[in-house]
T-cell receptor, first 115, second 110 residues
Framework: NAGVMQNPRHLVRRRGQEARLRCSPM?????VYWYRQLPEEGLKFMVY????????ESGMPKERFSAEFPKEGPSILRIQQVVRGDSAAYFC?????????????FGPGTRLTVT | QQQVKQSPQSLIVQKGGISIINCAYE??????FPWYQQFPGKGPALLIA?????SEKKEGRFTISFNKSAKQFSLHIMDSQPGDSATYFC?????????FGPGTRLSVLP
C-alpha cells in the first residue's frame, strides 16, 4: 500500500512565478490536508479538502493561494506570484474515508525555494 | 484556545536514558492526541496516539501519559537510542481539526 505521494520533492521558482504542488493520498483515503512548515518551526494548517470540496481553508492566505482536489487526479496546491516568504516545506496528509478519520498520514513534502 | 504548547524546545539525552516531552492544550473539545516523529528532510510519521478515555498508552519504548484534568499529555521514550534523534510534534484534534505543537528537537548522544 503506497503512502501519500507528493511531487515534486523540490521546487525552485523565481519571484512572480507560479508554483503547483501535487499530492496523491493513500489508497482508501478521501480527505486531504495541506500544511506549511517553515525552518525550525511546527506545522501550520492551511486547508482541508475532500473530493471536489474545500471543507476548511481557514489557514490559507486569502490571496495568491488556492487548492483543489478534483474527482480524478491528485490534490493541487497552487501559489501564484510567489514571493520569498513562500519558501517553506509544504506537506500533504491524508486520512481514511471510513474507520478512524483522526489518523493523518503525511507525505514526504515539497520543499519550495523562491529565489 | 486552539494552541498546543510543547516543551522543551530541544532536548539532549544520553543513550539509554529517558526522553520526556510535554504538551498542554486548552480546548476541551480535543479528543485525539497523536505524536509525530520527523527526521530531517522527511515528512512527519505517526508514532503513537491516545484518546482521553485512558491515562496511559505504551507501544514498545514509547509511552504517552495523559492527564485529562490538567489538560496535559507527555511522550516518554525509554532506553533512548541515537536513532531516536529527530523532531517530535504533539498534536490535538477533534474531528478533522488538527493543531500541532511547535516541536521538540531530540538529540540522543551515543
Amino acid at each position: 500500500n503506497a503512502g501519500v505521494m507528493q511531487n515534486p520533492r523540490h521546487l525552485v521558482r523565481r519571484r512572480g512565478q507560479e508554483a503547483r504542488l501535487r499530492c496523491s493520498p493513500m489508497k482508501g483515503h478521501s480527505h486531504v490536508y495541506w500544511y506549511r512548515q517553515l525552518p525550525e518551526e511546527g506545522l501550520k494548517f492551511m486547508v482541508y479538502l475532500q473530493k471536489e470540496n474545500i471543507i476548511d481553508e481557514s489557514g490559507m492566505p486569502k490571496e495568491r493561494f488556492s487548492a483543489e482536489f478534483p474527482k480524478e487526479g491528485p490534490s493541487i496546491l497552487r501559489i501564484q506570484q510567489v514571493v520569498r516568504g513562500d519558501s517553506a516545506a509544504y506537506f500533504c496528509a491524508s486520512s481514511p474515508t471510513s474507520g478512524s478519520p483522526d489518523e493523518q498520514y503525511f507525505g514526504p513534502g515539497t520543499r519550495l525555494t523562491v529565489t | 484556545q486552539q494552541q498546543v504548547k510543547q516543551s522543551p524546545q530541544s532536548l539532549i539525552v544520553q543513550k539509554g536514558g529517558i526522553s520526556i516531552i510535554n504538551c498542554a492544550y486548552e480546548n476541551t473539545a480535543f479528543d485525539y492526541f497523536p505524536w509525530y516523529q520527523q527526521f530531517p528532510g522527511k515528512g512527519p510519521a505517526l508514532l503513537i496516539a491516545i484518546r482521553p478515555d485512558v491515562s496511559e498508552k505504551k507501544e514498545g519504548r514509547f509511552t504517552i501519559s495523559f492527564n485529562k484534568s490538567a489538560k496535559q499529555f507527555s511522550l516518554h521514550i525509554m532506553d533512548s537510542q541515537p536513532g531516536d534523534s529527530a523532531t517530535y510534534f504533539c498534536a490535538a484534534s477533534y474531528g478533522q481539526n488538527f493543531v500541532f505543537g511547535p516541536g521538540t528537537r531530540l538529540s540522543v548522544l551515543p
